[in-house]
């Protein structure tokens, strides 16, 4: 079996009184795309946020590659973080730059590529993307589904190995969320990255991801593959959430 | 009760202890990164017309009816003393050496100060700086080191307008509409200020915009560590608030602190 890319060792985090996370083991493998559910508030954005260390657990280790994130030097940590995209929730985009500048920007700021470079790498992601033609447009100016692909776009701009998105299809409607889902498995077969997404949406979610872990008041309660978690028993705690019995809620 | 109290008192001063540290270090990291390579010229320039070249207006506006007002208290309080023609020299020296820089400061803190904490706690709540992180860019050199340079270089060069324009706003009301002789008011001004008062002025705009820019902007950073006013837009909205708050009662406090030291 093969090794994990980022695993999870008892990891716990809190803030103030309220324990989000209480020891977590998680492992994340290379190429796949996982998907992490669980209800809303059981701490699946907190979870995300700290492999690419904007949340930093109170204990317990989080593994990259065999190398444990927190004791990783400064050199390191930022080699490491150059393996990473993140896809927020509300796509995070700066309100007052355009689309364009939006995509450029972790080039123009991270990398020694001419302006020339920069422009043909943006110009060749907002094809790929298929938002052409709204380089002079500012995100307010989009509609959710294209500020979605702008996102992406700018996710995408450095090459990552790892893309972690966030529930990337939050305030969306059914078909622009299908197509959101469709959009990651293509593009990751297209780039190969590696994917995490934090997501409830299912079953829709599990048409993508080729391993599932399911968090529940703070632990994760099951990992594995789509076609284990739909053989859950529906009276089982797992196989409730996911036939969304209004009883798992209590 | 009593150790209650006790408790309360000692979470409340490692709060502010925290908040300070807070603070400092993200002026030290801002100061840092503003020679770090490669130079945010572009930024640079982008801000120092946001906050120069657009607070003008305002500066001309108060700079002009202060010395205007200045001219006319200035002008019955030394006629009692048959003291008029002395008028050039109260003007210049209470607004290079205090009313300039001091008000130039409160108006930028209100026009473009209130604007950076309320922009970056914009930033701040809708993870737009969480996603420059994600991005290995450096959010403070990114947000607060071009906004230093640009009012360390606006600062002073406004409080130099609003001196010229107050001393005209002096002439106006007293040469032109009260009627001392022109001559001398001019005569007055030049003779009575020294370089001194030049300098003395411009330290003092020099500290009012590292105190201004540091607390609009660490105000907007960490928007999302206070827990007073509110999340989200309430939490802007206050941060916005205290932005303001703060650095005019800092600009007076510094003031006081810079003048009882060049004296």
Known sequence: ?250 | MITKSIENIGQWTIGQVERIGRIFIFLFTGVFHIFTLPLQIFKIIEHTWFIGTKSMVVIVLTGIFTGMVLGLQGYYTLIKFGSEGMLGSAVALTLIRELGPVLTAIMITARAGSAMAAEIGVMRISEQIDALETMNINPVRFIFSPRIVASIISFPLLTALFDVIGILGGYVTGSLMLGINGGIYIYRVTDSVVMADVTGGFIKSLVFAVVVTTICCSQGYFTHLQTRGGFGAKGVSFSTTNAVVNSCVLILVFDYAITYLLL
Request: aromatic share 8%.
């Open chain 1, 1 to 250: 079996m093969k090794a994990p890319l980022i695993k999870f060792v008892d990891v716990k985090k809190s803030f103030g009184n309220n324990y989000v996370i209480k020891g977590v083991n998680l492992s994340i493998y290379e190429d796949e795309i996982t998907v992490i559910i669980g209800k809303s508030g059981s701490g699946k954005s907190v979870l995300l946020k700290h492999i690419i260390g904007l949340i930093h657990q109170d204990s317990g280790k989080v593994i990259f590659r065999g190398e444990d994130i927190a004791s990783m030097s400064r050199k390191n940590r930022k080699e490491f973080k150059r393996n990473f995209s993140y896809m927020f929730q509300e796509n995070a985009l700066f309100d007052s730059m355009t689309i364009y500048e939006n995509i450029a920007l972790p080039l123009t700021e991270t990398s020694l590529f001419s302006k020339q470079e920069i422009k043909k790498k943006v110009q060749m992601r907002m094809e790929q993307l298929e938002i052409q033609g709204t380089s002079n447009k500012y995100p307010a100016q989009l509609s959710g589904g294209m500020k979605k692909r702008v996102a992406l776009a700018r996710a995408l701009i450095t090459e990552p190995s790892i893309v972690l998105f966030d529930e990337p299809t939050t305030g969306l409607d059914p078909v622009r969320k299908n197509g959101v889902h469709a959009m990651i498995k293509s593009y990751q077969e297209m780039f190969g990255f590696t994917a995490v997404v934090v997501s409830h949406e299912i079953p829709d979610i599990f048409q993508i991801a080729q391993r599932v872990a399911m968090i529940e008041k703070g632990k994760i309660i099951f990992q594995g593959s789509v076609e284990d978690i739909m053989a859950y028993d529906s009276n089982d705690e797992v196989g409730r959430f996911i036939n969304g019995d209004g009883d798992f809620m209590e």
